[in-house]
């Protein structure tokens, strides 16, 4: 599994199975990427 960390926006999440979602994110280094989170369905996202 590949590990990314860095500055981003973030663009887009969608829910993906019962607990993760899939993110998509605009990166100065690497333009716009997408992976998966695991438990980014739980309560501790926001909305902007």
């Given at each position: 599994?590949?590990?990314?960390?860095?500055?981003?926006?973030?663009?887009?999440?969608?829910?993906?199975?019962?607990?993760g979602a899939?993110?998509?994110?605009?990166?100065?280094?690497?333009?716009?990427?997408?992976?998966?989170?695991?438990?980014?369905?739980?309560?501790?996202w926001r909305?902007c």
């Amino acid at each position: 599994m590949a590990e990314w960390h860095g500055p981003a926006i973030l663009c887009a999440v969608r829910p993906h199975a019962e607990n993760g979602a899939i993110a998509r994110l605009l990166t100065a280094d690497q333009g716009l990427i997408a992976g998966y989170v695991r438990g980014g369905q739980s309560g501790g996202w926001r909305r902007c």
